[in-house]
């Protein structure tokens, strides 16, 4: 499968550090390459192999290196937007951002024709104005984690100066930053606490950045007392199974753990019934299979974290720390 997402996360990270010319230029290359072979997909299932999430990052990686896309690239891009096909699991923010990001990117830098540059800047604005009217009453933009995409994108098209709906959201995002826990996430919220997108990386001038870089000493996270109690369930609906609750466990583990603790508990207290999978992707591990059901992109199902009754979990399985007491759920679910 391509790896376009994590590639074009590394291409933006590394054009941030302002390196010698030379070695990205293989990268770019190679980023063009999957991009391509991201969208062999489309030819059966309607949509990339990955997602139109890692396809927009491709796309706004290569326009921070100054590089052209092809314009059927864009325009699968522009299409997947206008037939609103950029979201899973009720919340499109992330993903319609970072298309928006690269739609701004390409018409600022002037790598896209007139009348190209002017539908995308179109596109942009109209993203923008959902990102408001996504907005929920506590300042959020569909969930935390999304919120400073959200913010990239009214920074980025200038919508900051006039949309009321930024301060609400910066107010809400100063609120929770102790959910910005990984590097992936801080990425995505240090650009926005400074007043930059993404897009800025495009435009640095790095033969003015000074070489302030500082390793940092990181404290081990301080240990927990005693043992809590989880109650672990996994639901699996019509019409995938035949029964909706196939598992239903309390799982002791130490007051500290996570839910990927839990899991790993619930493995070695029955290896031979609870048995689960995950793969590593640049927002931490995700879970991909559970008692042996796969949530996979081409049947468009993935698994839902949520705490009982019915909240989704705004965390990924190695940052929520759930209570003790508390009643988790693993819902195969459709996007």
């Given at each position: 499968?391509?790896?376009?997402?994590?590639?074009?996360?590394?291409?933006?990270?590394?054009?941030?550090t302002c390196?010698?010319p030379?070695?990205?230029?293989s990268?770019?290359?190679?980023l063009?390459?999957?991009l391509e072979?991201?969208?062999?997909?489309?030819?059966?299932?309607g949509h990339?192999l990955?997602?139109?999430?890692?396809?927009?990052?491709?796309?706004?990686?290569?326009?921070?290196?100054?590089?052209?896309?092809?314009?059927?690239?864009?325009?699968?891009?522009?299409?997947?937007?206008?037939?609103g096909k950029l979201?899973?699991?009720?919340?499109?923010?992330?993903?319609?951002?970072v298309?928006a990001l690269?739609?701004?990117?390409?018409?600022?830098?002037?790598?896209?024709?007139?009348?190209?540059?002017?539908?995308?800047?179109?596109?942009?604005?109209?993203?923008?104005?959902?990102?408001a009217?996504?907005?929920?009453?506590?300042?959020i933009?569909?969930?935390?984690y999304?919120?400073?995409?959200a913010?990239?994108?009214?920074l980025?098209?200038?919508?900051?100066?006039?949309?009321?709906?930024?301060?609400?959201a910066m107010?809400?995002l100063?609120?929770?930053?102790?959910?910005f826990?990984?590097?992936?996430t801080m990425?995505?919220v240090l650009?926005?606490l400074h007043?930059r997108s993404y897009?800025?990386?495009?435009?640095?001038?790095?033969q003015?950045?000074p070489?302030?870089?500082?390793?940092?000493?990181?404290e081990p996270?301080?240990?927990?007392p005693?043992?809590k109690?989880v109650?672990?369930?996994?639901?699996?609906?019509l019409?995938?199974?035949?029964?909706?609750?196939?598992?239903?466990?309390?799982?002791?583990?130490p007051?500290a753990a996570?839910?990927l603790d839990?899991?790993?508990?619930?493995?070695?207290?029955?290896?031979?019934?609870f048995?689960?999978?995950?793969?590593d992707?640049?927002q931490?591990?995700f879970?991909?299979?559970?008692?042996?059901?796969?949530?996979?992109q081409?049947?468009r199902?993935?698994?839902?974290l949520?705490?009982?009754?019915?909240?989704?979990?705004q965390?990924?399985?190695?940052?929520?720390?759930p209570?003790?007491?508390?009643?988790?759920?693993?819902?195969?679910s459709?996007?």
């Amino acid at each position: 499968q391509p790896h376009t997402g994590r590639l074009a996360l590394y291409l933006l990270g590394l054009r941030a550090t302002c390196p010698p010319p030379g070695p990205q230029r293989s990268l770019v290359t190679w980023l063009k390459y999957h991009l391509e072979e991201d969208w062999t997909g489309s030819r059966r299932h309607g949509h990339p192999l990955t997602n139109y999430y890692q396809y927009g990052l491709g796309v706004l990686a290569l326009c921070a290196h100054h590089k052209r896309v092809r314009e059927e690239v864009i325009r699968r891009l522009l299409t997947a937007q206008h037939h609103g096909k950029l979201g899973h699991g009720g919340n499109a923010v992330d993903t319609e951002a970072v298309v928006a990001l690269a739609f701004t990117c390409l018409e600022q830098r002037r790598l896209v024709g007139t009348e190209l540059a002017a539908e995308l800047r179109a596109a942009a604005h109209g993203v923008s104005r959902s990102m408001a009217e996504a907005q929920g009453p506590d300042g959020i933009i569909g969930n935390i984690y999304s919120t400073p995409w959200a913010l990239q994108v009214f920074l980025a098209t200038g919508a900051c100066q006039t949309e009321p709906a930024f301060g609400q959201a910066m107010a809400a995002l100063l609120e929770n930053l102790e959910a910005f826990g990984s590097a992936a996430t801080m990425a995505q919220v240090l650009p926005v606490l400074h007043g930059r997108s993404y897009l800025d990386v495009a435009s640095m001038h790095c033969q003015e950045e000074p070489d302030t870089l500082t390793p940092m000493d990181i404290e081990p996270p301080t240990e927990v007392p005693g043992n809590k109690t989880v109650q672990l369930v996994v639901e699996c609906p019509l019409p995938w199974c035949y029964e909706l609750q196939l598992y239903d466990r309390s799982v002791p583990v130490p007051a500290a753990a996570s839910l990927l603790d839990v899991l790993q508990a619930a493995a070695a207290l029955e290896p031979h019934i609870f048995k689960f999978h995950t793969q590593d992707t640049s927002q931490g591990p995700f879970l991909t299979q559970v008692l042996g059901l796969e949530a996979r992109q081409e049947k468009r199902n993935y698994w839902q974290l949520l705490r009982a009754p019915n909240t989704p979990l705004q965390m990924g399985i190695a940052d929520y720390r759930p209570q003790d007491g508390e009643t988790l759920i693993l819902r195969l679910s459709e996007w």
